[in-house]
């Protein structure tokens, strides 16, 4: 297949170029790097199905020939990034959606949306069903993400709707792994650049709020499966085992044997106290459920980010 991957020099945008051209596909990778960075696929240039395009997808886009499937990554993703660039983020999830859809049907490909568990907002459900519509404060500073990423489900369900598309729509949950950012504002790289430098490891509000953390294989897995079903709905991909931020901080310490004690922070402003995904769908209909343990996961990602420094 002829895949084109949006974002694809993002964390994970670049897992997947390496997933496809692993299994011999043709792989185009599109980034303004606005966020992605070429140093996580600057090992792919020397491959003759790869190649980079630097395009922001909220303007017109032309790639010649055949496509096989779209994988549309493109958006700013951790609270940091989107508290920065509010208009890009709302652009790319509103204008380059759309952008990026047309093209899936002019070259008559299948098409796949990354969205998020933040379409959840602040959940009121725990844990969050697919049939969950939601809690989210659209005119709040995280609603420019949260509400980029609803409009672009919509947008998907419109065009897979009307144009009988075939569209795969996938919520991602708190993933982690090799190549996220030091301080991307997410709480695993968070941890664990300040584990290794000994500073206090900064946890907001009271630590009691919850994730679930999903190593970034797993999800390359469920994210492949995904593309290949015939699933028309939105499906969660994210590992269902739940700690508190409190009890990662403490996991991340130990692993890195650090010096580092825990400090408390003021929680921003519609922070999710839970969070936690209902993988019954994927589990039935992907066949898929994450396989690595957190601890296996968080030693994989210590070492990166060791060797990255």
Known sequence: ??????GGAGFIGSHLCDYFLARKHFVICMDNLITGNIKNIEHLFGNDRFSFIKHDVTNYIHVPGKIDA?????????PIDYLKFPIPTLKVGALGTH?????????????MLASTSETYGDPLVNPQPETYWGNVNPIGPRGVYDEAKRFAEAMTMA??????MPVRIVRIF?????????HDGRAVPEFINQALNNKPVTVFGKGTQTRSFCYV?????????????????????????????TQLAKIIIKLT?????????????DDPKVRRPDITKAKTLLKWQPAIPLE????????????SS
């Open 1 to 6: 297949m002829k895949i084109l991957i949006t």
């Open 70 to 78: 779209v994988l549309h990554f493109a958006s700013p993703a951790s």
């Open 99 to 111: 952008k990026v859809l047309g093209l899936a049907k002019e070259k008559k490909a299948s098409f």
């Open 159 to 164: 065009y897979g709707r009307y144009h009988k």
């Open 174 to 182: 708190n993933t982690y792994g090799p190549r996220m950012r030091k």
């Open 217 to 245: 294989s797993d999800l390359i897995d469920g994210l492949s499966k995904l593309l290949v079903s015939k699933a028309n709905s939105p499906v969660n991909i994210g590992n269902p085992n739940e700690i508190t931020l």
């Open 257 to 269: 044997d650090s010096k580092s004690k825990i400090v408390y922070k003021t929680l921003p402003v």
């Open 296 to 307: 296996k996961g968080l030693k994989n990602t210590i070492d990166w980010f060791k060797k």
